[in-house]
């Protein structure tokens, strides 16, 4: 009862601390704001209008509706006419431009011999028709823009001819589920939850005790029957609030703007994001256990943040990370918060067949709680 | 018998190299004012948090309130209050909130917690500011404060680690007279400071310096059985007199206070007076007189600084 008490007073003073705290208090409201906007419209992994050149050694009408076509598939962009090969590539090396298509003088009869084209009489050889129409020179540095470049290498040329497109039976069929018109949004607005909560949520609570140091506060505060872990959960339920409202612009405008859909039901929605919340916030306590001032504790947040956005499957599939990799990303709560809400949302899978997930988070934040609570010690020795 | 709030024997803790207190012994008497008197950095703050339990000590045995420490620090918080030296409460909160804090930490609510924190408020003097956040509150506002957030679960013993230190002398006046009314009620408290005249109004007294208690007593006890006593001079060379006077034997030290020079004489001469007067440095139109001992002689002696 007592305790009860004594876990409200610090809650109390909290949430007066925060109010009046204006900055501190807008941010609640802004960074999910601000990050949703930005990320949700800026993330995109569908690469368009990359811009290219041509070096076109034919200079002929077809060379330039070849130009034309590949324009119009809207992965690239010619926004560079050079002359010859140095000319390009040096453009390429300064990084004007990402590749260059050179077009050789025989274009037309490439083509007529082309194996999709199949035009020709008698029927092209084998060695003329694995020639390619002309060439790319791609700056490879970039995987992914190279890899929407490589995605070129087989376009259609048939309606370059006027002729009916060939459509070869493809080996597999793909039926894409929860996400048919491959909207990146729809992966990225869940994955934003986690990525703002870790960031809002280990800041909030990393800098609580270390502040309290910091101005003085600690040595009155530990002079009083306060014990260790009722200043730890004081400190941390305002914050589950705080992660909640977060949680709610995120995913509302997600919706509304991004069209994410929220299929999993809110009572799930909501278990997984306590889980999530907790687990944060009691990290950024043993943060702030350990940390000296402010400055530590924030460095210490942005350790954790980082692999949070990169190894937690924000940003890249964890499927493709080597083992040692995945074990470190095994450790973050952002990992297994990031599937629990992409089932969630996206899947409609309960919380409770995601269990290993659920149980990660749980442990994550009894065992934050205990050591924090063991940590931090009402002496000032 | 004599009840005591306060026991140590040989009180000792080190911060690495740095001998922060030694060998302390204490005893404080149930009701009484209890002064630590000594320099920036002789130890005091140490002492008062190794007696509150926020710092083990490194050997020795403390008992307070009849708990012993370390091990039973956190029953006895509820029944001490600590005023830190540094101001401590919440700058963003306001003097109501702080207040109010406190209570619901101390496990106060509803009506009672009420009552408390407004008979606090009319006491220090702080209805008018109630509202107001801490942060923007004078030095004499804050103390005041501190002071009620201190006492507000009534303990039986206060704490008070340079309380006036960041005070003018008119509210430092006013300080000592609240502390009285809480002697009158019944508190004990220990107060440190490095002023010798808050000093000379505590019950008994410490002289600490450089974690040794040098003396111990009630003030007058201490002026009196000093072992030296007090001449002032009045003359018109006094930079000149000082500097000759300390080389001799019998003269423990002399400082200037304006236009006189205090000087302190070693116990065994007897006339202090006509001792000085023979000597060469003393003109004959210099006027010597005997004074009552201070406080602070009392503190040049048992430090041996001056």
């Known amino acids: 009862m007592k305790s009860l008490l004594r ?10 601390q925060l109010k009046r705290d204006r ?11 601000i990050q949703l906007l ?8 569908n690469i368009r209008h990359i811009p290219v050149g041509v070096v076109d050694y034919s200079k002929s009408g077809l060379s330039r509706v070849l130009i034309q076509t590949i324009e119009a598939t809207q992965v690239v962009n010619f926004t560079r006419q050079f002359n010859n090969l140095p000319q390009a590539q040096a453009t390429i090396a300064n990084g004007e431009i990402r590749a260059v298509l050179v077009i050789p003088k025989d274009v037309s009869q490439r083509l007529a011999r082309h194996q999709t084209v199949g035009l020709g009489s008698p029927p092209s050889s084998d060695e003329e028709t694995s020639r390619p129409v002309a060439q790319w020179l791609v700056d490879g540095s970039d995987t992914i823009i190279a890899a929407a470049v490589k995605s070129l290498r087989n376009m259609p040329l048939a309606e370059l001819l006027d002729k009916p497109p060939n459509r070869n039976t493809p080996t597999f069929e793909v039926a894409l589920l929860y996400n048919p018109e491959q909207r990146t949004a729809v992966n990225i607005v869940p994955g934003l939850v986690a990525i703002i909560l870790t960031m809002t949520m280990i800041m909030f609570t990393s800098g609580a005790i270390v502040r309290e140091r910091e101005r003085g506060n600690m040595e009155m505060l530990i002079t009083t029957p306060v014990r260790p872990v009722e200043l730890m959960l004081g400190k941390i339920i305002p914050y589950i609030f705080i992660g909640a409202i977060q949680v709610g612009i995120i995913l509302g405008l997600g919706h509304i703007l991004f069209h994410v859909p929220v299929n999993g039901g809110l009572l799930q929605l909501s278990g997984a994001t306590f889980l999530f919340i907790t687990a944060s916030l009691t990290l950024g306590l043993v943060i702030s256990t350990i940390a000296n001032n402010q400055l530590q504790s924030m460095q210490m947040t942005i350790f954790i943040l980082l692999p949070s956005i990169l190894l937690s499957g924000f940003m890249f599939p964890y499927e493709g990370m080597p083992v040692a990799a995945q074990y470190i990303a095994e450790a973050l709560p952002a990992t297994h918060f990031i599937r629990l809400i992409r089932g969630v949302v996206l899947r409609e899978v309960e919380i409770i067949n995601m269990s290993s997930d659920v149980y990660w988070l749980i442990l994550f934040t009894l065992a934050g709680l205990t050591v924090a609570s063991l940590r931090f010690k009402k002496t000032l020795d | 018998m004599t009840d005591y709030v306060i026991k140590a024997v040989k009180l000792s803790r080190n911060f690495g190299d740095i001998k922060a207190i030694q060998n302390l012994d204490l005893e404080v008497e149930k009701g009484r004012i209890y002064g630590f008197l000594g320099p920036n950095g002789s130890g005091k703050t140490t002492a008062i948090r190794m007696l509150t339990g926020l710092l083990k000590p490194g050997s020795g045995e403390v008992e307070v309130l009849g708990y012993t420490l370390p091990e039973d620090a956190e029953k006895l ?19 109501k909130e702080n ?11 509803g009506r009672l917690k009420n009552q408390r924190v407004d008979e606090l408020l009319g006491i220090y003097g702080l209805n008018e500011k109630k509202n107001q956040l801490v942060g923007n509150m004078s030095g004499g506002q804050r103390q005041r404060l501190s002071l009620s957030a201190a006492i507000l679960h009534k303990p039986e013993l206060l704490f008070l680690d340079e309380p006036t230190s960041a005070v003018d002398p008119e509210n430092r006046r006013e300080f000592w007279e609240q502390l009285f009314d809480l002697s009158d009620q019944g508190t004990s408290i220990l107060v440190s400071t490095h002023y010798m005249d808050e000093a000379e109004r505590c019950h008994k007294l410490a002289i600490l310096e450089s974690g040794i208690k040098c003396a111990d007593g009630a003030p007058d006890e201490l002026m009196q059985n000093m072992g030296a006593k007090v001449v002032e001079i009045t003359s018109s060379n006094l930079r000149q007199l000082k500097r000759e006077l300390l080389h001799l034997s019998g003269v423990i030290s002399a400082a200037q206070l304006g236009a006189r020079l205090r000087v302190l004489v070693k116990d065994t001469i007897s006339d202090p007076v006509t001792f000085l007067s023979r000597q060469p440095c003393v003109d004959s139109d210099d006027h010597l007189s005997r004074v009552r001992p201070s406080l602070e002689d009392v503190f040049v002696i048992s430090t041996g600084t001056g």
């Open chain 2, 77 to 95: 918080r509820l029944h001490i209050g600590y005023m830190t030296q540094k101001f401590s409460l919440y700058e963003d909160l306001t003097v």
């Open chain 1, 38 to 45: 930005l990320f949700g419209y800026a993330i995109n992994t």
């Open chain 2, 99 to 109: 207040l109010e804090f406190i209570a619901n930490v101390y496990s106060l609510s």
């Open chain 1, 23 to 33: 900055i501190t208090f807008g941010m609640v409201v802004m960074i999910p704001l």
């Open chain 1, 7 to 16: 876990i409200r007073a610090i809650v109390g003073k909290e949430l007066t």
